[in-house]
């Protein structure tokens, strides 16, 4: 009975591997079908990079190691730079018996280059965390439209900036689209989710900060101009 149960648990990890395999292969087939779709180029292989080049950006700093992108899609957006990606990072732990575990995560990010400085800012899906936090007094950044303080929590070390580009057209923007986190640097911006996008929704991550810078008003755009020179 025992060698029995052997074969099966072996016979069972080799169909987990094979099924995750077909899943990988089937993925950068659309991915790479998605990119040649928009002119961007398609590269599968892992690149450890990103955390290095984009240190603003905590998710891409996240876990014990084991941190990479992948399913990299490269190219011009309109107007702006863009870099596609797939992520994995690593988070270990004990399980019962002592040993240790690795578990693997991934999700998916869109980074769009802008040609105009920008200062910090990160915005996401309002969680019941944040709620919890600003009862306790330590609030995000409120505006106008109840509806988008009650849907995001946003956050800015300068507030001017977040309330000059959060203005009510980018406001009522983001409100017709689908929900991601963004961050921005001072020379891009990101999207991401804490799952894969499929490939949908990287255009819909694409279109979304595009939108956003877009719509800057003319004012901050040659503030920030000036100020770079």
């Not at 690149?47 to 992948?70: K, N």
């Not at 306790?136 to 507030?159: H, M, N, Q, T």
Request: proline share 5%; hydrophobic share 45%; net charge neutral.
């Amino acid at each position: 009975m025992f060698p029995l149960i052997i074969v099966g648990i072996v016979v069972l990890f080799i169909g987990l591997f094979v099924l995750s395999a077909m899943q990988a292969r089937r993925r950068r087939q659309e991915l790479s079908a998605w990119a040649a779709s928009r002119g961007l180029t398609f590269n599968p292989e892992r690149d450890g990079s990103l955390s290095g080049r984009f240190p603003a950006f905590p998710c891409l700093h996240q876990g014990d190691g084991g941190r990479y992108a992948f399913n990299l899609m490269q190219g011009r957006w309109g107007p702006r730079d863009i870099l596609a990606f797939d992520y994995h990072y690593e988070t270990h732990g004990t399980d019962s018996k002592g040993h240790r575990t690795t578990h693997h995560h991934r999700f998916s990010a869109v980074v769009l280059a802008s040609p105009v400085p920008l200062k910090p800012l990160f915005i996401r899906r309002e969680s019941l965390f944040d709620k919890m936090a600003a009862f306790l007094g330590y609030e995000d950044i409120d505006f106008e439209s109840a509806e988008f303080s009650r849907r995001f929590c946003v956050k800015a070390p300068d507030r001017r900036w977040a309330f000059d580009v959060m203005h009510a057209r980018t406001i009522e923007f983001m409100l017709s689209q689908p929900d991601f986190n963004l961050q921005f640097d001072p020379a891009c911006v990101m999207a991401w989710r804490s799952t894969t996008f499929r490939d949908l929704e990287f255009s819909q991550a694409a279109d979304l900060i595009a939108g956003i810078l877009d719509r800057m008003p003319a004012y901050l755009v040659q503030q920030q101009m000036q100020t770079a020179n």
